[in-house]
Structures are given as structure tokens and as C-alpha cells.
């Protein structure tokens, strides 16, 4: 990660893996994997964290950045129930293909 700014974390561009225990629907059309270039947030809980870093992501990068470690606890893609709605984040800055799956199904207009 780059810098920090409050509850945000700008970011380089990481290899992300899909976290099916938080995905509340079907993760049918969701890339298991990918890379983005986005904003992370950060002290999300898992459970409603879609996609986060592993111990095989990598920072994708060709310049070591100060800080640039990987960090498990942060994600560019969450999700929750709040009262009756939901609300959704992407933190993606390049409108990567898989963000644009994230976003349909987060909106339930893709159930393959």
C-alpha cells in the first residue's frame, strides 16, 4: 500500500482472491482472482470483505514501494445488509472486467 488517508488505504495495483465465506449469494460469474489498480479500505470485517489480499497476492509493481507488503486485513471490494437495503464498495480506479461482475451481482442482475 501506498499512503494512508483516514479509513482508506491508496494502493498500487494488487492481485486480489475472491473470499467465498463473505459472498451472500451465488459466486457463479465472479473472477476467483484478478488484479486492480484501486482504493482499499481498511478494518473491514471479513464477513463482508468479497475480495481481499492472500499469501499469494502480490503488489504489482515495477518499483519497490515503501510499505508495499500485502496486508490481509484490507479489501477493495465489500458488501453488507444494513437494516432492510445493502451497500456495496469497489474501490477499483480502472473499471477492471471483474469489477464490472462485482457490481452486477452485487445488484442480483446476474444469477448464472
Not at 22 to 34: D, F, Q
Amino acid at each position: 500500500m501506498e499512503s494512508s488517508v483516514g479509513g482508506w488505504l491508496l494502493s498500487s495495483n494488487d492481485f486480489i482472491y475472491l473470499n467465498q465465506t463473505s459472498v451472500n449469494r451465488s459466486t457463479s460469474g465472479l473472477p476467483r482472482s484478478y488484479s486492480q489498480k484501486a482504493v482499499f479500505w481498511k478494518n473491514v470485517n471479513p464477513d463482508m470483505a468479497w475480495y481481499t489480499g492472500t499469501d499469494r497476492s502480490v503488489i504489482e509493481t515495477r518499483v519497490p514501494l515503501p510499505g508495499s507488503a500485502i496486508d490481509l486485513l484490507e479489501t477493495p471490494v465489500a458488501f453488507a445488509g444494513v437494516g432492510s437495503g445493502w451497500i456495496g464498495y469497489a474501490g477499483d480506479v480502472n473499471g477492471e472486467e471483474g469489477t464490472t461482475a462485482v457490481f452486477l451481482k452485487m445488484l442480483g442482475l446476474v444469477s448464472l
